[in-house]
Every structure is written in C-alpha cells, then in structure tokens.
C-alpha cells in the first residue's frame, strides 16, 4: 500500500489523485497506527524546516516512521521540504531533521550557489538524472519538472546525489540513500513528468 503521510504541509489530495487515476490503491494516514498497511511512503511537505518538524513531531508518527523505514526498510520519498527534512539540519531553522540522510539543507543566498538569482527558485527547470536511477526511468531526456524554494540539500557522499538541476549553478535535486529518496520539486504539480516519477516510485 502507497501511504502518504498527512502531518498537515503538502497537497496531500493531489498526490492521491495521481495514484487513483492509475489505478493503484494508496491510503492517507494522520496516525500512527494509519501507518501499518505502509509498504511505501511518500512525506510531502511546504513551507518551513522547523514548522515541519514541529508538525510531524506533534503528529504522534515519528517513532513509527523510523521504525519503518530504518529498521523495516520501507520505501519513503520526501517531497520539497518533505525532502529536506530528510536530513540532518537547515539553514532555515534551529531543530534537527530526521537524519536519514547525511546532509544538510542550505540557502541558495548565504551559500553562493545562487546568490545573483531572484529567490525563491520558482517554475520548471530541466532536471538530469543519473543514467541508472530507477525512479526516473523513462525521464533520463528532456525530464522537465516545476520547483517552488529557496533551499537545497548538500550531500556529503556524492554517490547521494541521483538528478541535479540548474539554478545559478548545479544544485541537488534529487537524492537516494538505498530506499530512502527525497526530491526537491513537485512531481504533484509536474503532469506526466511527476505522473511517471510517482508511478515509477510504485514500482521499487
């Protein structure tokens, strides 16, 4: 079962209507015990680092997130901020991430990644994964998909790192840590580009 998780950030309906149009079965849990027909996970998530810790915290599905997917090896993609706190800590808040993943979220303005670029990075922008990367299968040419932030996760293992795009200059956007990715835009809002990401998410 694709379980999306509702701790209240991210467009929770719009990633289900991505699945009910294919066809695929997915459920929405606001609970911990919601999280038990999981067999992959999607963590979505807009706006803050530290509103969305605070949110998920407070959702009573932390613990039960970590145990299923570090110790039950569940399959979880994080979205957006969703990708974010995915990490270990961000330049946009004080509270520490899940630490899933050995990185960090930093800001294109202090970074200098993108210091001469308007912020936020908002709209489509070309995408380039890794050749073998299976959740872009099928989008290793011409992949285009619709970004909306300001910050970006830096990796300490550059093997993280399985798609890049360009803002200024080559940033992370997209990353995977054996079953554990996160992306920075929104396949949700990316039409038959995020359509194939997510159904290609299904198939792992």
């Known amino acids: 079962m694709i379980c999306i998780v509702d701790y209240g950030l991210g467009n929770v309906t719009a990633f289900a209507s991505v699945y009910n149009r294919a066809n695929m079965e997915v459920s929405i849990a606001r609970k911990a015990a919601d999280l038990k027909v999981a067999s992959k996970l999607i963590l979505p998530g807009v706006g803050h680092f530290d509103h969305a810790m605070r949110l998920l915290q407070a959702s ?10 570090l110790r039950g090896n569940v399959p979880v993609i994080g979205v957006c901020v969703g990708m974010q706190i995915l990490g270990r800590s961000s330049e946009e808040g004080n509270l520490p991430g899940l630490g899933w993943i050995d990185a960090d979220v930093k800001s294109f303005k202090t970074s200098g990644v993108a210091e001469d670029m308007p912020v936020p990075h908002m709209g489509w922008n070309d995408v ?5 990367e299976l959740l872009f299968d099928g989008l290793q040419n011409q992949a285009r998909f619709y970004f909306l932030h300001s910050y ?3 990796c300490d293992r550059p093997e993280n790192v399985v798609a890049t795009s360009h803002y200024g200059a080559e940033f992370a956007c997209a990353v995977r840590s054996a079953h554990i990715h996160g992306v920075q835009f929104h396949p949700e809002k990316s039409h038959h580009f995020g359509n194939r990401l ?3 998410f299904a198939a792992l």
Do not use: H, I, K, Q
């Not at 009573?60 to 997917?69: A, K, N, T, Y």
């Not at 380039?128 to 073998?132: Q, V």
């Open 198 to 200: 997510l159904t290609n």
């Open 60 to 69: 009573g599905m932390r613990e039960s997130l970590d145990e299923l997917v």
């Open 128 to 132: 380039r994964p890794r050749a073998s």
């Open 152 to 154: 970006y996760m830096e």
